[in-house]
Structures are given as structure tokens and as C-alpha cells.
């Protein structure tokens, strides 16, 4: 796991990090994020919630810096095959 600081998004295929339960994975096209984190109404919430959108902040700043493409990863449209037990 990296640290908040240290997480780049975008940056490489290899880094993540997680708050309390929620996971951020790297990747150069694209970074995951799953699982849940709670914000409770206390300073550990606020802390948490703090974390969660500095990282946020930090994405939308890297896709910010320039034009984008309207889609990545080469995603081709499902291939329709003829079911077998027919």
C-alpha cells in the first residue's frame, strides 16, 4: 500500500492504496476503486472523508491537464455466438 502523498493517479500499473476499507488501484488508463468507507459525524470522519477527496481532487487534476479521448482500452463491442446447447 502507498501512501496518500505518494499516490499518483494515472502514473503506473502498480500502486494502490486503501482508506478504511476503500480501495484505490492505479492504473495508466484508468484507477479502480472499490469496497466502502464510513463517514461518521466525528474528527475521524472528516479526516476520512478529507483523504477520499484529495485523492478525487488529484484525479480530476490529472484529467484535467489536457484533451482527452473519448474512450480507452480499445474496447470492442460483444461478439454475438450461437449457443451450443441449441
Known sequence: MVDDVEFVPFA???????????????????VSVYGSVSFTRDAVGRERLARVLAVLDRMRAVMDEGALPDTVGGEEAPRTVANPFE
Open 12 to 30: 503506473d500499473a502498480v500502486a494502490a492504496m486503501e482508506i478504511d476499507g476503500l480501495k484505490f488501484e492505479n492504473g495508466t488508463d484508468a
